[in-house]
């Protein structure tokens, strides 16, 4: 199994890599800053690029079987990084016959299954008053995917924490879900999605 991923070089990234690594896959990653990649193995090569050079994302792309991004806004700024760079992925896996893509998205990014609590309701009007540019550029990122004649998964996600994996998850819709998530469960959670089609062209939200 031949696995690129993009924001390999971000917490969750790091966490996603070694357990593929584990798994056996062959892995190739794209980052602005090789150095940040820390995981060192002999099935791993780093790509030096942003998402938006389109010749090293073809470059990791290229002979995959399948696409991983856990990309994410760094700012607030209007600069919609996330949505353009989605948009040259999802060209360069057409142009090398790639059709399977899983990216990660924040809970606040709805879906038409979501049964939001008010609570949820809360933290949405809050994400989309002070973090407005996120959700939108996450917003746009997911609709490219949903609306593309690739093999999509895209895994909506609470507040991300450092504590260890517990194997376990709660898997639905945002109104199911519970607040937090460990990195590592969902880097676990998202590999699975790899060879297993149950969530193939969804949107679930999952949680600890």
Do not use: C
């Not at 057409?94 to 879906?111: M, N, T």
């Not at 038409?112 to 009007?125: A, I, M, N, T, Y």
């Amino acid at each position: 199994m031949k696995l690129a991923i993009f924001g390999g070089s971000g917490k969750t990234g790091q966490h996603l890599i070694q357990q593929a690594l584990e798994a056996g896959a062959d892995v190739t990653v794209l980052a602005r800053t090789p150095s940040k990649v820390t995981v060192e193995h002999p099935r791993l090569r780093v790509v030096q690029g942003t998402v938006l050079d389109a010749e090293p994302v073809e470059e990791v792309i290229r002979g995959a079987d399948a696409v991983i991004s856990v990309l994410g806004p760094s700012s607030n700024k209007p600069e919609f990084t996330i949505s353009r760079g989605m948009d040259g992925i999802l060209k360069a896996m057409k142009k090398h016959g790639v059709r399977h893509i899983i990216i990660s998205a924040g809970a606040g990014v709805r879906d038409p299954q979501d049964r939001p609590k008010l609570v949820d309701r809360f933290f949405g009007l809050l994400l989309n008053v002070f973090s407005k540019n996120v959700v939108a550029d996450m917003k746009q990122a997911v609709s490219l995917i949903q609306a593309s004649d690739r093999d999509w998964t895209v895994v909506r996600v609470p507040m991300l924490t450092d504590d260890p994996r517990r194997g376990s998850l709660k898997i639905g819709y945002v109104g199911d879900i519970s607040p937090r998530l460990s990195r590592a469960d969902m880097a676990a959670f998202i590999l699975d999605q790899v060879n297993n089609p149950a969530y193939l062209r969804k949107s679930p939200a999952i949680s600890n």
